[in-house]
């Protein structure tokens, strides 16, 4: 396979989408939460921009599509001979399988997937979380989750003649030679962070004063900014996971589309039915829901598929959302309703979907069996890492603020900022002319 710079371009172009992503949930969650927590919020973020882009060039590009097809390991790990990226400019095989895209634009569009990931996951400890053990812990499960999922998922070995054409062969994730569909990433992404963030929640517990106290989104205009980069970035996410400008990233792209709207529309009248208005924060979460949804599907079903798919998603996902006052767990922003609950109805539903293999197109239970498996798998896995690793920060160093530190406000105990800080009335202009605008006292709000 030749290298093409009509593709190379397109992936960088969706590269740089992908990434701004991350801001984009950063602003989405940010506008979520109470104002106390809003700076909180963005660095969860942002941070993990930068503990994994390190993560990946270091070990983690290697572990997850590092040749392995000499390992007898290597349905379950990479293997480390890419560590560094070293040597790999002029290259254009992944694991064996030639690209039409050099390597290591290929390993900076895959980093910017491992960077969102983890960050998905904060929304369900919002509030609460203390910032270092929460950058030790993307560390960790990055490294122990993330990375060995992409590669189960993702990598479809020396022989697959591209990410998602041919053979899938030696060296490939154990689950992709399975067969599993996942093209942007429903199980590798979103179940993985989804499962994760259900088990920060119940190791974190409840925040001080939940089913009894009021704890409205602060920004909801905040909220729909995110929402808004979030979906012009998602096709980046799903579009470009074509690695190439063709026909593939043209469905991808307009399904892409399609799901999130019908979503949002279903999400909006389940809201409508079941609390009497239409929200902001609704239309948004719809939104996402549907993106998420999409995520495993966008280039293996029909546009009426995707339009199906996406109804579907925002209103099992609007339902599912409540269950967390019933069951029990705080999951702050609803991470696990979207993401866990949209991600598996994705990929579940490429059982049902797929144009080929699909039950609906005559297809046998072989596609809806591996996709159930793949969705346990890799939930339970998930689940059962970050579980082991926050149950390990919370005995040791600590993984939740205090009580007085939680009713403060996470911005000014982890950061010692506020993103909302009032002058008061009386604080005029030239009130302190020696001193500059800095000595102007101000009230600070919790």
Known sequence: MHLDTGDTAWVLVATALVLLMTPGLAFFYGGMVRAKSVLNMLMMSFSAIGIVSLLWVLFGYSVAFG??????????????????????????????????????????????????????????????????????????????????????VFDMG?????????????????????????????????????????????????RIGWRRDPMPSHNPTLVMLGAGLLWFGWFGFNAGSALSANATAGLAF????????????????????????????????????????????????SPIGACVLGLVAGCVCAVAVSLKWRLGFDDSLDVVGVHLVGGATGSIGLGFLATDGGLVYGGGLSLLGIQVLAVAVVGVFSFTVAFAVGTLLERTVGFRLSADQEMLGVDRVCHGEEGHVKVPSWAGPGLFPDQGPAAVPVRLEA
């Open 67 to 152: 040749d392995s097809s000499e390992s007898p390991w290597s349905g379950l790990w990479g293997g480390l001979g890419d560590t560094g990226l070293t040597g790999m400019a002029g290259e254009t095989t992944v694991n064996g399988a030639p690209y039409a895209v050099p390597v290591l634009v290929f390993a900076a569009f895959q980093l910017m997937f491992a960077i969102i990931t983890p960050a998905l996951i904060s929304g369900a400890v919002a509030d609460r979380t203390k910032f270092g053990p929460w950058m030790a812990f993307v560390a960790i499960w990055t490294t122990l989750v993330y990375f060995p999922v992409a590669h189960w």
């Open 254 to 301: 307009l399904n892409t589309q399609l799901a999130a709207a019908a979503a949002m529309l279903g999400w909006m009248v389940v809201e409508r039915l079941r609390d009497g208005h239409y929200t902001t924060l609704g239309s948004a979460s719809g939104a996402v829901a549907g993106l998420v949804a999409i995520t495993p599907a966008c280039a293996f079903v």
């Open 158 to 206: 020396g022989a697959g003649g591209g990410q998602y054409g041919g053979d899938r062969g030696h060296g490939a994730g154990w689950l992709a030679h399975l067969g599993v569909l996942d093209f942007a990433g429903g199980t590798a992404v979103h179940v993985n962070a989804g499962a994760a963030a259900l088990a920060l929640a119940i190791v974190l517990g409840r």
